[in-house]
């Protein structure tokens, strides 16, 4: 992800290598990202693939071309011999962030290239696609086992830009008054649950990605946290309640927001999360589901940090920190650290919903509810790095250390996040007043915010 968006991360040496690789499961794996991203992009046309509806978002094709470049840059140029780019110019259009890497076209004027075309962005990804796979299958051993950790990290990437893909084209899609759908179908109405609340015992604790599972720099090194005992909620805030919150003035009250929180809401006018809307007396929310009256017993999402910390301080409670929920999570049995041999479970984008959903039972012999996948939640953590943390050196050191300021942690994964692509030390980030990922809330009670 980028700069003011959320992360992308690290290191020919910095991640933690998660698996024994060899060419073949390399090459199997290579297809299945890179199959999924386009499978992704498959219901969209090349129109709706080229626009950019804010600054934030890229077009889809962008993300298409970007994993690819990537790949090109980080690996092929590395590695293939005789290496030569597929288009000079892809090499500055397709640079996100990486100033090592020379001068890049501007973020917010992605939507204003119109060549290449999506059609065109597949022949690129054609041509990486089949110098990858030629690149794995004749390397020897030795330079495969030091090629592996970028194209591990490739891999992971690309899923990030899938997430940033549906997070974006749900932003094209609700600029469109037509209100097209992307897929799925949405849920029946239905009514919140009880909220129950789970024990935390806290004390001395570990947080921090351990295990031979994959993680991105960010996530280590693993070290100690003190936590005084807490409480978190057991499943995530609901519309429902957002609504009570709206209905006591929660938009209109200075008194539940931090300054900066108040002064947005202020100056850009918010009276609801984005994507909802007010007709004839009744919300709707844009999904990609479609537009659909608001439902009470799904997860309040698209909100910012801001009004997920009002919306805490209106129910008398907080936002937990990023070490109380990987605590919690962790000694909940639901850590999945050991990589994509021992997935999560949760409503992601693999299950196709592309929303969220209604609270569902934990799993067994676990407590918390709607871990992974729903809805992001805020933490209260700003998004700093842990102690002993070094960024790689190189080009690739810039993907997760040089955005460590001004933005939030959130934990836990989305609808639109991919299988394999959420854990409990995974730290996403967004700044404060993002609204466009899609983030909601988990209540906490008692302890000492950190
Ligand atoms: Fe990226």
């Known amino acids: 992800m980028t700069q003011t968006t959320a ?18 499961s390399l090459g199997r794996r290579f297809e299945e990202v890179r199959g999924r991203t386009e499978a992704l992009a498959a219901p969209l046309s090349p129109e709706d693939q080229t626009v950019q509806s804010m600054p934030d978002v890229s077009p889809t094709k962008w ?52 060549r290449p075309g999506a059609h065109e962005v597949g022949d690129y990804r054609a041509n990486v696609d089949a110098r990858v796979r030629e690149l794995v299958d004749t390397l020897d051993g030795g330079s495969l086992e030091k090629l592996t950790p970028i194209i591990e990290l490739g891999f992971h990437h690309e899923q990030q830009h899938q997430e ?18 992307y897929a799925g179908s949405p849920v029946e109405r239905c009514e919140p649950d009880r ?49 009570a919150f709206m209905a006591d003035g929660g938009y209109e009250r200075h008194e539940l927001w931090l300054s900066d929180g108040w002064a947005k809401v202020r100056g850009e006018g918010w009276s609801a999360p984005l994507y909802w809307s007010e007709h004839d007396g009744v919300w709707f929310e844009h ?15 698209h909100v910012s940090f801001y009004e997920a910390e009002a919306f805490a301080t209106w129910s008398g409670k907080r936002l937990p920190t990023e070490a109380e929920w990987e605590h919690a999570v962790v000694t909940d049995g639901q850590g999945g650290q050991h990589g994509r041999d021992e997935q999560v479970v949760g409503n992601l984008a693999d ?24 809805c992001w939640e805020w933490t209260s953590s700003a998004y700093h790095p842990y102690p002993g943390f070094h960024p790689p050196e190189g080009a690739i050191g810039e993907y997760n250390g040089k955005f460590m300021s001004n933005q939030m942690v959130l934990r836990g994964g989305c609808a639109l996040t991919p299988a394999g692509h959420a854990r409990a030390s995974y730290r996403n980030f967004f700044p404060h007043g993002a609204r466009w990922a899609l983030s909601g809330v988990r209540l906490a009670d008692g302890g000492a915010p950190a």
Not at 79 to 108: C, H, I, M, V
Not at 352 to 374: E, I, K, N, T
């Open 7 to 24: 992360n992308e991360a690290p290191s020919e040496t910095g991640e933690a290598s998660s698996r024994e690789w060899d060419a073949e």
């Open 63 to 114: 993300h298409r071309a970007h994993v690819t470049w990537f790949f090109e840059t980080f690996l092929l140029a590395e590695a293939e011999q005789g290496f030569a780019p597929f288009q000079d110019k892809y090499w500055f259009l397709f640079n996100s962030y990486y100033e090592t890497l020379g001068p890049r076209y501007a973020r917010p004027d992605r939507g204003l290239v119109t």
């Open 164 to 181: 940033l893909l549906l997070m974006d084209i749900k932003h094209v899609l609700s600029r469109n008054p037509l209100q097209p759908v």
């Open 195 to 243: 909220l129950g609340w789970v024990e935390v015992e806290g004390g001395l604790v570990e947080v921090g990605h351990e295990g031979p599972g994959f993680s991105f720099d960010n996530e280590m090194p693993r070290h100690r946290q003190w936590l005084e005992p807490y409480r978190l909620a057991d499943r995530l805030a609901t519309n429902g309640e957002w609504l």
């Open 287 to 301: 999904t990609l589901n479609g537009t659909w009256p608001v439902n009470p017993g799904l997860p309040v999402a």
């Open 351 to 374: 299950g196709g919903s592309f929303h969220p959903r209604p609270a569902q039972p934990a799993p067994a012999g676990s407590r918390l509810r709607q871990v992974h996948g729903d």
